[in-house]
C-alpha cells in the first residue's frame, strides 16, 4: 500500500511537471506570437511610411517637371478672328493683315509677315460650304507639288505639299496643295508658306527657319 501511494506521488509529481511545462510552452508560443504580430505592425508602419513618401517624391517630381517645362509659345502673341471665332499664335516680331474681300466677293483670311516681310503665312478658315473667299492666291507658276511630311491641326493629321520648280520649294501648302482646301473639325482651310518678297527663282522654303514657324503658327489654331 505504501508503495502504490509512492507510486502514486511521482506521477503526479511527473504530470505536475509535464503541465508545467507545456503552460511554460503555451506562453513562450504566445509571446512569440505577440513579438510576430509586433514585427509585422511595424513593418506595415514602415512601409506605409515608405509608400508615402514615394508617392510625395512623385508628386513633387512632377510639379517641378510642370514648373520647367517650356511653352512653345513663350514671347509670341495671339490673333483672334472673332467672326470666324478662331485663334492663332503668331512671333511678337511678325506684323498680320486682315482680309474681308476680294476682287470675287467676301473674305475672311489673314497673311503674317516677318520683320523683313520677306515671308508671309497665309491663313483662312470658313465652315465646310461656305462660300467665303479664305485665300487670296489667284493662280500658281510652273512646278510639280510633292507631299513632304504632316503637321496636326485641331487633331487632324494634315499633308505639307511643296510646289517644286527647279529643284525650289516656291509654295508650302498645308493639305493636298495648289490652293485647295483641307477639312479639320468641320471647318474649310487654307494656309500656306510663301515668299513675295523674295525673287521667285531663288526661293526656296524647305528647311528654313520660316518654315518651323510657319508650322507653329498654323498648328496653334484654337476654335474660341
Given amino acids: ?81 472673332s467672326p470666324a471665332g478662331y485663334s492663332l499664335r503668331y512671333p511678337a516680331d511678325w506684323t498680320y493683315v486682315e482680309t474681308a474681300s476680294t476682287e470675287s466677293g467676301p473674305a475672311n483670311f489673314v497673311t503674317f509677315r516677318n520683320p523683313d516681310q520677306k515671308y508671309a503665312v497665309s491663313f483662312g478658315l470658313r465652315p465646310a460650304g461656305s462660300d467665303l473667299m479664305t485665300s487670296g492666291r489667284t493662280g500658281l507658276g510652273q512646278g510639280e507639288s510633292f507631299q513632304g511630311g504632316t503637321v496636326t491641326i485641331l487633331g487632324e493629321l494634315i499633308d505639307k505639299t511643296y ?28 494656309a500656306e508658306l510663301g515668299a513675295p518678297g523674295l525673287d521667285w527663282e531663288a526661293t526656296e522654303l524647305r528647311g528654313i527657319p520660316e ?14
Fill in 211 to 224: 518654315e518651323a514657324i510657319s508650322d507653329k503658327i498654323v498648328t496653334s489654331l484654337s476654335m474660341n
Fill in 1 to 81: 500500500m505504501a508503495e502504490s501511494k509512492k507510486i502514486m506521488v511521482i506521477v503526479a509529481a511527473v504530470l505536475l511537471v509535464f503541465l508545467a511545462i507545456l503552460a511554460a510552452g503555451e506562453g513562450a508560443l504566445l509571446w512569440q506570437g505577440k513579438q510576430n504580430r509586433a514585427k509585422i505592425e511595424l513593418l506595415n508602419k514602415r512601409l506605409a511610411a515608405f509608400e508615402a513618401a514615394r508617392h510625395k517624391d512623385a508628386a513633387k517630381a512632377a510639379k517641378q517637371a510642370a514648373a520647367k517645362a517650356v511653352d512653345p509659345y513663350e514671347g509670341w502673341l495671339t490673333y483672334n478672328n
Fill in 163 to 190: 510646289h517644286v520648280n527647279n529643284g525650289h520649294a516656291l509654295v508650302v501648302f498645308y493639305g493636298p496643295g495648289a490652293a485647295a482646301a483641307f477639312t479639320a473639325a468641320g471647318n474649310e482651310i487654307n
